[in-house]
């Protein structure tokens, strides 16, 4: 009798892990991303999330100091290799452009950003949200194009992150130390 295996040769009796999404088929057009061994799969976002994504890039770039950077599709790795993670825009420490590392340490983020997918929100205001304060990424912001909000989260821990401030489109967002940075929410949203 011949036993079937899957065609990526992973196990699906165990929890995802990094590593097996390194050998999964190249499927164009989706980002894969892990929460504590589990597998996330989201589609390419469309234009006008993408456009929110440029603002938002195009007005921390002015602002950076040198040693930081940002970028978009930039993974953040958790120590452990079970959650993995691809912020929409990453504000990281610059000298980790010449790292031959496969994602981020999360020690290296100063900020993830996310800018909510109007098909699937829990994404990000639930999965996300707990995934990178348990993963420790520092500062965690949720941009929300149907309420014209910036959420943003400090204070990672194992449960979740400890602060949260929800800015609307009359505030001016700035970031935690290290970050000096200001984002105006109408702007992003125009």
């Known amino acids: 009798m011949t036993q079937e295996k899957p065609l990526t040769g992973i196990d699906p009796t165990r929890p995802w892990t990094f ?3 390194l050998v999964l088929p190249d499927a164009e057009g989706w980002r894969f991303e892990l929460f504590e061994g589990t597998l996330l799969v989201s589609p390419i976002p469309p234009i006008p999330h993408g456009s929110v994504v440029v603002r938002l890039r195009d007005i921390l770039l ?4 040198e040693s930081l950077k940002a970028g978009e599709n930039f993974g953040v790795l958790k120590q452990d290799h079970r959650s993995y993670f ?49 993963t420790g990424v520092k500062e965690f912001w949720i941009v929300d194009p149907r309420t ?19 800015y609307g ?18 702007s992003l949203f125009s």
């Open 62 to 65: 002015k602002q950076l100091p």
């Open 19 to 21: 590593e097996d999404l």
């Open 86 to 134: 691809v912020p929409d825009l990453t504000i990281f420490d610059a000298e980790m452009l010449e790292s031959a590392l496969p994602a981020l340490p999360p020690s290296t983020v100063s900020l993830a950003i996310e800018v909510v997918s109007p098909g699937n929100p829990a994404n990000d205001h639930v999965i996300k949200r707990n995934g990178y304060a348990t």
């Open 148 to 166: 014209q909000t910036v959420t943003v989260l400090t204070g990672p821990t194992p449960n979740g992150y400890t602060l949260e401030k929800v």
């Open 169 to 186: 489109s009359g505030d001016l967002v700035r970031a935690q130390e290290p970050l000096t940075v200001e984002v105006p929410v109408a």
